[in-house]
């Protein structure tokens, strides 16, 4: 498969190494040494997929004109539209062209999220009542300082996104936005939010899911906590930062110490070469892109970025509440 990559900045790069030998040429409106200015300028005889580490607002745009040429395509997250029908037409011109339009989550492949949904889907924790996930990183500055990354609803769709897609790839579901609140919003250093905390309760569901999100971090860190009827786990940190580790404890009635069990994984993180593999695998292979995944993502963030958002505030802000 010969592909090229669009967007050569950290994540463009990282693209770049894991596609090796596959990758033709680079696109970069402003990087020296790229190949190419724009996508359009690229010759379509020349390779057969694109992976596009680009910024947000031109995506659906961009992925267009490749689903037209009969590309297949690997964007990064989150894929977001301002219409439905936006998302909806990408997956329907994807799938009658035959073609994979793949939105990138990677941590789908680490070791331990994949244990995470083999112990729920087991039955292993019994009725789940709550889920927590924290996701914190030390970019605020980063981001302040980036060209175009400082601003909407900043840390939200950013590792929000991600959350969203664990939860989903989880348990296969995802509460409807109008039950998504936003507990918390800050805007400590940045134009944008840094450090968000939004939570879901279906109604007459026992289950509570809690995410706060953070480019505040002093650590680079993750934690994923599911309790229920049965046990409970805990997971720490991701490859990338590792050691990750993943603890089951046993639940004991009517009460007393459970019985743990830790798993340590440490390893480079696998999962960039791992779901670049996955994506070259659909194309060559043939299977499914996961457009429909982003229609449910995109009405969640809308709905809570119309909550975290004041157009023209730059000020410190607190979001409004439900």
Not at 87 to 97: C, N, S
Not at 160 to 182: A, R, Y
Not at 203 to 213: H, L, N, R, W, Y
Request: charged share 25%.
């Amino acid at each position: 498969m010969k592909v090229i990559v669009a967007g050569m900045g950290v994540q463009g790069n990282k693209r770049v190494h894991f596609a090796g030998k596959d990758v033709v040429s680079t696109v970069d409106p402003i990087k020296e040494g790229a190949d190419f200015r724009s996508i359009e300028d690229a010759p379509l005889a020349s390779y057969d997929a694109a992976l596009l580490c680009i910024p947000d607002q031109p995506k659906v745009g961009i992925i267009t004109y490749l689903l037209e040429q009969g590309k297949n395509v690997l964007v990064e997250k989150p894929l977001m539209a301002e219409k439905d029908e936006d998302l909806i037409k990408l997956a329907e011109m994807a799938r009658e062209k035959n073609l994979i339009c793949y939105t990138a989550y990677n941590h789908r492949f680490e070791p331990h999220i994949i244990s995470v949904r083999e112990a729920v889907r087991s039955g292993r924790l019994g009725e789940v009542y709550r889920i927590r996930m924290f996701y914190g990183n030390g970019t605020a500055r980063d981001v302040r300082n980036s060209a175009w990354r400082d601003q909407g609803a900043g840390v939200l769709p950013d590792l929000g996104s991600h959350l969203l897609d664990i939860l989903l790839f989880v348990f296969g579901e995802i509460p409807e936005p109008e039950e998504w609140k936003v507990w918390a919003c800050q805007r400590f250093e940045n134009r944008s939010p840094d450090h968000v905390v939004v939570a879901a309760q279906p109604p007459g569901a026992k289950i509570m899911i809690e995410f706060e999100m953070s480019l505040l971090s002093w650590r680079n860190h993750f934690v994923a906590e599911i309790y229920g009827s049965a046990g409970s786990l805990t997971m720490e940190s991701l490859c990338k930062w590792g050691p990750s580790k993943l603890t089951y404890y046993e639940r004991v009635l009517p009460s007393g110490p459970p019985p743990s069990e830790l798993k340590t994984v440490t390893t480079p993180d696998p999962t960039w070469e791992m779901e670049y593999n996955h994506f070259k695998q659909l194309v060559q292979q043939g299977g499914k892109g996961n457009t429909s995944n982003d229609i449910l993502i995109n009405r969640i963030l809308k709905k809570l970025s119309g909550l975290v958002v004041t157009p023209g505030d730059e000020a410190p802000f607190t979001a409004k509440m439900e």
